[in-house]
């Protein structure tokens, strides 16, 4: 589990990040990303149920995600807020092959340190 300080929660954040963040495409999830002014990086990730009808598929896929960030945190430039949308692919895809493309994302974003 992402500690409190690293999770984009309020709506109003996810709005806005939404609105105006930069977008990054791959098969297994799109990334958002956009400049904030705290001192940490924060992440959101949305499954929806068009991904699987099922919870235990979704919410495998999100702890998958939760453990690539945590496992990478202090290689991600800090200052950032990060909205992960994730796309059918992502139940399928073995971890290392999210890992790979999380890391790819975030290496063209500029932001992987």
């Known amino acids: 589990m992402l500690a409190k300080k690293y999770r984009l929660s ?11 963040g930069e977008i990054y495409f ?6 958002k990303i956009l400049k904030n002014n705290l001192k940490n990086s ?4 949305v499954i929806s149920t068009n991904i699987s009808k099922k919870a235990v598929i979704r919410n495998r896929a999100k702890r ?4 690539i960030i945590s496992k990478n945190i202090t290689k991600i430039s ?17 971890f290392k092959d999210l890992e790979k493309t999380f890391e790819f ?3 063209k974003a500029g932001i992987w340190q």
């Open 64 to 67: 998958q995600i939760r453990a």
């Open 26 to 31: 791959s098969p297994f999830f799109n990334i």
């Open 78 to 94: 800090q200052n950032y807020d990060f909205i992960i949308l994730t796309k059918p692919a992502v139940t399928v895809t073995a």
């Open 105 to 107: 994302l975030l290496r």
């Open 10 to 20: 309020a709506n109003k954040d996810i709005q806005y990040v939404l609105k105006r």
């Open 42 to 45: 924060r992440f959101c990730i």
